[in-house]
């Protein structure tokens, strides 16, 4: 089926939004994954403090990227592997939010991505008692994998979509967000992107 898109997942070093510190990346063409990526992101300047908290979830510190390019210096490399694919992400909000803030805190041009959120996906095509990441993934066939592993997130994400795509008939991303009765929105700019709360943000995907 040609079911294109790239699943991406980001994790970020504090609270705010635009602290990027790692992206993870899986291509899919005809419905299945042919391509994935990852790397570790420098997050901008003066949202660049690695908070307890996040490296509690993630394990990723400040020396660890170190050595890794800034969020400016590596979009290039995100717009090389993504092409003007539809994104799609668990808890879409949270990292569309990540990409349109952290532009944002650079002066970098937000592309305007479309986007589909495989947890609004999720809750229109499973019966589950728990929507996290792991959960879903596990009804999808998937796993186990390293949850907060940006790589494997964005892997476990394009395998829901996958096989919520094999279970509705979709022929491909606007098929199935028409048949789940998903918005697949775009990013318009900074302050038209949602911006939920870590906690919101967690609590959705951890």
């Given at each position: 089926?040609?079911?294109?898109?790239?699943a991406?997942?980001?994790?970020?070093?504090?609270?705010?939004?635009?602290?990027?510190c790692?992206?993870?990346?899986?291509?899919?063409?005809?419905g299945r994954?042919v391509?994935?990526?990852?790397?570790?992101i420098?997050?901008?300047?003066?949202?660049?403090?690695?908070?307890?908290?996040?490296?509690?979830?993630?394990?990723i510190?400040?020396?660890?990227?170190?050595?890794?390019?800034g969020?400016?210096a590596q979009l290039?490399?995100?717009?090389?592997?993504?092409?003007?694919?539809?994104?799609?992400?668990?808890n879409?909000?949270?990292?569309m939010?990540?990409?349109g803030?952290a532009?944002?805190?650079?002066?970098?041009v937000?592309?305007?991505?479309?986007?589909?959120?495989?947890l609004?996906?999720?809750?229109?095509?499973?019966?589950?008692?728990?929507y996290r990441?792991?959960?879903?993934?596990?009804?999808?066939?998937?796993?186990?994998?390293?949850?907060h592993?940006?790589?494997a997130?964005?892997?476990?994400c394009?395998?829901?979509?996958?096989?919520?795509?094999?279970?509705?008939?979709?022929?491909?991303?606007?098929?199935?967000?028409?048949?789940?009765?998903?918005?697949?929105s775009?990013?318009a700019g900074?302050?038209s992107?949602?911006?939920?709360?870590?906690?919101?943000?967690?609590?959705?995907?951890?």
């Amino acid at each position: 089926m040609p079911l294109d898109f790239t699943a991406i997942d980001f994790e970020t070093a504090n609270s705010s939004t635009a602290s990027a510190c790692a992206v993870g990346l899986a291509r899919v063409r005809g419905g299945r994954v042919v391509a994935t990526a990852g790397w570790l992101i420098q997050p901008p300047p003066g949202h660049d403090d690695f908070h307890p908290f996040n490296t509690g979830i993630h394990g990723i510190r400040k020396a660890d990227v170190a050595s890794a390019k800034g969020w400016s210096a590596q979009l290039d490399d995100l717009w090389g592997f993504a092409g003007a694919d539809v994104l799609v992400a668990h808890n879409a909000g949270f990292d569309m939010s990540v990409l349109g803030r952290a532009c944002a805190a650079t002066g970098d041009v937000c592309p305007p991505y479309r986007y589909l959120c495989s947890l609004q996906v999720a809750r229109k095509t499973y019966a589950l008692p728990s929507y996290r990441l792991p959960f879903v993934a596990q009804e999808a066939g998937f796993g186990p994998f390293s949850h907060h592993d940006a790589s494997a997130d964005a892997l476990a994400c394009a395998h829901i979509v996958i096989d919520a795509a094999r279970r509705a008939g979709a022929m491909d991303v606007s098929s199935l967000a028409e048949m789940t009765g998903v918005r697949v929105s775009r990013i318009a700019g900074p302050d038209s992107v949602p911006v939920p709360s870590v906690v919101e943000a967690l609590a959705a995907v951890a």
